[in-house]
Each structure stands twice: as C-alpha cells, then as structure tokens.
C-alpha cells in the first residue's frame, strides 16, 4: 500500500517516540517502513507482518515496536491480526514496547481496540502506549 502524508507523520512521531523513549537516535538501532526510511533499512518481519518500526536500544536491553494506523485502518481484521502478532512477539522478550501511532481523531478507538487486543497478554511485562500527536497514553 503506498504511504499517505498522514501515515507519514504516524510513522514520524513513532520514530521520535523511540528516540525519547529509548535514549536519542544515537544509541538505537531503528528501522522504519517508510519511503526513505531514517537509516536505509527495513524492520523484520515479526510473526508474518512488518511493523512500522522497530527499534532497539544498543547494547539491546528494550525493543519497540512501532505501529501507525490511520482511522481506517484501526478496525480492519489485518490490523487486528497484526498488533496480536506483535504483542505476542513482545510478550516473550525482556523491556517490549508496543506504540500505536494514530490521528487524534481515532485516539479512543485505538485504545479500545488496544484494551482488547492486550487481554491475551496480561501477564506479560509489556508497556503499551497509544499516541496521537498530543498525548501519550499508557494502555
């Protein structure tokens, strides 16, 4: 699918998230899926689907993963499939991180959507966060 300006600044404010999050672009190893992404390299496949961005801290003691949905987006099945395949991913490594990237316009229903979606998982030490271009909300 090509990249929309809107899922572009998603994407964006993922990178920048990581780079807060995660100690200054410096000292990660980030890759996005964009049309020139930061660093010329692609996030892994995880589980079947490639996320937005993955990020880790060097030396790895944290990963992110970061994932941009524009309204649309959020209610697909694919989408659903996908932030399952990555919290399960997360769920069995030390320090995850998940981001969901969305307009503020969608916020609440990403957070519903993440609500749901994260149940399978609640054991898990995995931080989860839903940004929106003016908050940041632990999910």
Avoid: W
Wanted: aromatic fraction near 6%; charge should be neutral; charged fraction near 20%.
């Amino acid at each position: 699918m090509g990249e929309t300006a809107v899922h572009a600044g998603l994407v964006e404010a993922l990178v920048a998230y990581a780079a807060t999050e995660l100690g200054g672009l410096v000292n990660l190893s980030i890759r996005n899926d964009a049309v020139r992404p930061l660093r010329g390299e692609r996030p892994p496949r995880i589980n079947g689907y490639v996320p937005d961005v993955f990020a880790t801290d060097v030396p790895t003691t944290a990963t992110l993963i970061g994932e941009a949905k524009t309204r649309a987006d959020l209610e697909t099945a694919h989408t659903q499939d996908q932030i399952h395949a990555f919290l399960d991913y997360l769920s069995q490594t030390p320090n995850g991180i998940f981001v969901l990237s969305v307009p503020l316009s969608a916020a609440a229903t990403g957070r519903r959507l993440i609500a749901r979606l994260k149940t399978p998982f609640s054991t898990a030490e995995t931080r989860i966060v839903v940004i929106d271009g003016i908050s940041v909300m632990r999910c």
